[in-house]
Structure formats: C-alpha cells, structure tokens
C-alpha cells in the first residue's frame, strides 16, 4: 500500500482514508483519536476495511469533485463502469454546522452492468476482535462498540459480504455511529452530497489564494480544515498512528492529538487563507487547557479534548504499515518540556489584539493569558529542552525555543502598547535581552549563521523560521548566512533534513517536506525570489495525484513516508505558496 493511493475524507467531526481499490482502510469512531473502526492500513490481514470495488480487485482513478473534500473514484473493466463517492456530510441546518458521525458511499453504474463486491468488515478497536452482527431489514448493526455501529443500505445484505453481484442501479450506503438513518436512504444520500459539495464550494469561494500554485493551496487548505475537530476547537497534527518517517526507522508516533506548536502554524496558514472561525475556536481550547494549569506548565500537546494523559505504548500485536512497526498509540512526547510553545501560543493570540476585527475578542481573560504566556516564555528562555524535533536524547538549549520565546516577548510588546502602555517597556527591554543572548550564543562565530544549540555548531532547519520572524532586517548577512549554511548541510537531492545529528533513535534518513517549504519562505522573504520559486516547482515531481502531502519524502524515489496526511506539510506549502507567489498586481 502506498501512501499515494489514499485519499482522505472527513467533516471535522470524524475521518477516513480510502485507497484507490475502494477500501476504506482508515477510520475511527466516533472522533480522530478514538479506537480504529477500520485499520487494515496497519494491518493488511486482520485490520479491517470497508471495501466497495469491482470484483477483480482492480484499483481504479481517484480525483475529488472539485473545490471539496468529496472523493470519487472510478473504476473501468471489460464488463462496464462504476464509481464511488465517498464523503462525511457537512453543511449549514438550522443556522449551525450538520457534521453527523457519519460516512456515506454511493455506487453509480456508468456503462454497462459491472460486477462489484461489498464487504464491511469493521473491528472493535486495537483489540482487533470483530464486532457482533445483528440483522435488520435494510440494516446491519455491529455491536460491541460505546455506542451501535450501523450499517444501512438498500442494497441486498446478502452482498455485505464480498459476494459479487451485478450493479444495475444506484446502491447507498450509510455508516453510522450511535445515531442511525431513520428515513429513506436514497433521497437522504443524494441531499446529503449536494449540500456538502455546496458547502465546501463556498468555503472554497470564501478563501484567499495568491496568483500561482492555486490548485495546491485550495486542496491544502480544504485538507487543513479537516485536521479541525470543531467540537472543541483542537487542530491535529495527523489524522493518522504509526506510519513510518522512513524504513526499518522505528519512528513511528502518534499524531492524532492537537500539538500546540502545530495549532498555531495552521492558524497562521487560516490567516493567509482569510478564515478566522479557526482562531476561535482554537481559543476557547487554549483557555480550557491554560484553566487546567494555573502556573501555565504546558505540555506540547493534549488530546483533542484538552486532556494531557497520553502514556505511549507499542502494540505487539499489530504489523504496522507495510510490517514497518512499532504501531504506537499515545505520545510520550505529552511529557517533554518544549519551551517554545510559549511563543507560538503569544504568535497565535497576537492578532487578537493587533487586528481591529477581532476587538470584541479583547476580553480582560484573554489579554491576561497571552500576557501570562509571554512572562513564561521569558522566564524559561535558554533552558535545556526537547525543542521543536522532540529529541529524545540529552536536552540542550535550543535555539529555536529561544527564538520563540523572543517572538512571545517582542509581539507582547506591541500588545501592551496598545491595551497596556505601562507594560510596554518591560515587554521591549526582554525582546532586546533575548535577541542579544541569541546573536551571542547562538551564532556559530566562524559562518556567521544560527546554529541548533547555543554555544554550537551543526544547524537545524527550524532555523528557517528566523528570517520570516523577522530577527534581523533581511538585509542582514547572518540571516542570509542561515539559510545558506542550511541549504548547504542539510540539502538531500533538492529537499531538506531537518537536521543530521543523532536525536537518540540515530540520524533522520529522509527530508521532512515541511523544512523545504520554509526554505521557500525563507528565499522569497530574503528577496531571493527566483531561487524560492525552483525550488517550490520540485513539489510537482511529488507522487501526490490527489495533492495530500505526508510527513516526509524520500527524495531518491518521491515517494512518501510518515503519517498522511500531515497537516504541517500543509501548512508550510500554503505560506510558501503565499511568499513565493507574485501579487495579483503584478500580473499581465
């Protein structure tokens, strides 16, 4: 199974993958970080799937109906034509979101009277055991679960299990957690796709987009919007466990939690796109989780329900994606100290506060809480952390945090000159202090550029984020100096590492796709616009059709490794798409 080969389908709500033959190979029920319904993506024998295809097996052409997150996929053989169209409904009712935990697949004939196989084989969970079945009159219910698993259909249930028969009309099938279809399913399905694609048209419409790479920013963005899990506000990392950043690497980790350091990228990506119900949403999150720990002891990420109690431990019993394990639930990574969370939790709020629209946002709770974020941010400025890659051997000073924790302090600066002047000074007199610590122990003295660790040497790409930031002027050598001596030790065939030092599970192998899209940042913001462009256009070789992007990249083969897709792939092909991109003005 290749990673190329899935394509995603969600509603903010819950998600899916579905592969190229038809089988929704990934989902969990009823939100993204519960058991798996459906996992024969970490288990191609005993994981289960829904699979809707021809008889053969034979895989067929995905695409998405334009401008939305409904997936189609199309299948031609020597006894006729069919699709699928798989979607999670969502639209406007009754003046809020419709997001039911539900997952619709229609199958059309288009030419002839194709044989297809159905088979719904969901499993209760990691434990991997099946659920029990109860049949009713166009209706299957799987039991066992929370809450009933429905399956129901005016197809025959006697093909529910991988019988072959002859697709002569329209067939509807709705999956079903806890709340099952109680009206008639055809007229129910056909409403349900034409708002969905509606809504998501809209959306679409409502975006910003800059001028060149519009196709690769629309589908970014909509695959953005479904790592949001609206309920509480949260943004995920991944919608998906345990797929490996490169062979036999045994890096492996979950990433179906909300990482805040991620949450504020994606805001920032919003931003560009001009979308603000995300902040939002976000921030009535980040005032659950700063509630729950008064000191403000932040860990790096939480559960999508704002709780932090995320033990990691590996799965014996699962194989893994292409048998590459451990398959790992949880993160132990809830328990690192990353102290740039800080500032990207002040970069996220900041434009609550410097941007005349969100002014009734501008409550005395939260100008206190970013005011809070920032005193900690300086407080724990140049201490020994995980930083930004999670590093699981010795920690050191990170550089990187530093810079965030300078960020926190400068843009608190400008809050407080405009909610509280009094404050003002003190915010600007830590800004200076921080950014003089960085030019001196976190500068390598021969190169003149920004290295990983104070008082070291090797760089790290992180370090990219710097010139964006706005450290320096653009005009200043070191930054300059930063993104050559990045592009000149990190460079693997055209794409970036985000390092080359051992992090305690030995020395990354592939290019982390996000790192490159920053150098493209980096470039264009630097001035250095013709080399951003060259080296954004190599996106294209990519084997991506459906434009999902994971983790990572194997630059000798374009093929794709990590969890998939990634939302901070996502995020960083958006702002430097947005960086690179001429301005509409300036074209012909």
């Not at 039911?100 to 969970?125: I, N, Q």
């Not at 129901?152 to 028969?165: I, M, N, V």
């Not at 969905?196 to 963005?221: H, L």
């Not at 919608?239 to 939690?257: C, F, H, I, V």
Request: with cysteine; charged share 25%.
């Amino acid at each position: 199974m290749d990673l190329s080969e899935l394509g995603l389908i969600g509603n903010c709500q819950v998600s899916a993958l579905v592969r190229r033959d038809g089988a929704m190979v990934w989902a969990c029920m009823p939100r993204f970080d519960a058991e798996p319904v459906f996992a024969r993506l970490l288990d191609e024998r005993e994981g289960g799937s829904f699979a809707i295809g021809p008889a053969d097996g034979a895989a067929g052409v995905q695409r998405y109906v334009p401008n939305t997150n409904v997936l189609e996929t199309v299948f031609d053989g020597p006894d006729g034509a069919f699709r699928v169209v798989d979607f999670a409904p969502r639209f406007e009712q009754y003046d809020r979101t419709f997001r039911p935990t539900k997952f619709v697949r229609m199958l059309e004939p288009l030419r002839g009277a194709p044989r297809v196989r159905v088979a719904c084989d969901p499993v209760l969970g990691w434990s991997k055991a099946r659920p029990r079945r109860e049949s009713g009159s166009h209706h299957v219910s799987f039991r066992g679960y929370g809450s009933e698993l429905r399956l129901t259909t005016d197809a025959p249930l006697a093909y529910l299990d991988g019988a072959p028969f002859a697709l002569t009309g329209r067939r509807h099938f709705v999956l079903a957690w806890d709340a099952p279809v109680e009206e008639p399913l055809a007229p129910l399905c056909e409403r349900f796709l034409r708002e969905t694609e509606r809504y998501w048209q809209r959306w679409v419409m409502r975006c910003a987009i800059p001028p060149s790479y519009q196709e690769e920013v629309i589908r970014s963005a909509l695959t953005l919007k479904l790592h949001c899990y609206e309920d509480t506000g949260a943004i995920v990392a991944a919608l998906t466990t345990s797929l490996p950043e490169a062979p036999g690497s045994g890096r492996t980790w979950d990433y179906r939690y909300c990482w805040l350091r991620d949450a504020y990228y994606t805001l920032d990506a919003f931003r560009l796109l001009g979308h603000f119900e995300e902040r939002e949403q976000f921030l009535h999150f980040l005032l659950n989780v700063a509630a729950s720990s008064p000191d403000l002891d932040l860990a790096p990420l939480y559960r999508i329900d704002g709780r932090s109690d995320l033990t990691e431990r590996a799965l014996p019993a699962w194989p893994g994606w292409r048998g590459e394990g451990p398959v790992r639930v949880g993160n132990g990574a809830a328990t690192h100290r990353q102290y740039d969370v800080f500032g990207e939790m002040v970069l996220a709020l900041a434009p609550l506060f410097l941007d005349l629209r969100f002014r009734e946002q501008v409550t005395p709770p939260v100008l206190e809480l970013v005011s809070r974020l920032a005193r900690k941010a300086i407080s724990v400025a140049g201490l020994p952390d995980a930083g930004i890659w999670e590093v699981r051997s010795t920690w050191q000073p990170q550089t990187f945090s530093t810079l965030m924790c300078w960020a926190a302090a400068d843009r608190m600066a400008r809050i407080a000159a405009r909610h509280r002047p009094d404050e003002a000074a003190g915010f600007r007199d830590a800004a200076t202090a921080l950014r003089e610590r960085i030019l001196r122990e976190g500068v390598d003295p021969a190169r003149g550029c920004l290295v990983a660790v104070h008082g070291g040497r090797e760089v790290d790409a992180a370090l990219l984020q710097a010139v964006p930031l706005r450290l320096l002027p653009p005009d200043d050598p070191r930054m300059h100096a930063t993104v050559d001596a990045i592009r000149a030790d990190l460079d693997h065939r055209g794409w970036l590492r985000r390092y080359r030092t051992d992090d305690g599970l030995g020395v990354p192998e592939v290019a982390f796709m996000l790192c490159t899209f920053w150098e493209v940042e980096a470039l264009a913001t630097l001035g250095r616009t013709r080399e951003a462009r060259a080296r954004l256009a190599q996106l294209a070789t990519v084997r991506a059709p459906l434009g999902l992007l994971a983790e990572d990249l194997d630059p000798a083969t374009l093929t794709m490794w990590g969890n998939h897709p990634q939302a901070y792939s996502h995020v960083g092909l958006i702002r430097a798409a947005f960086a690179a991109s001429p301005r509409w003005d300036e074209l012909d």
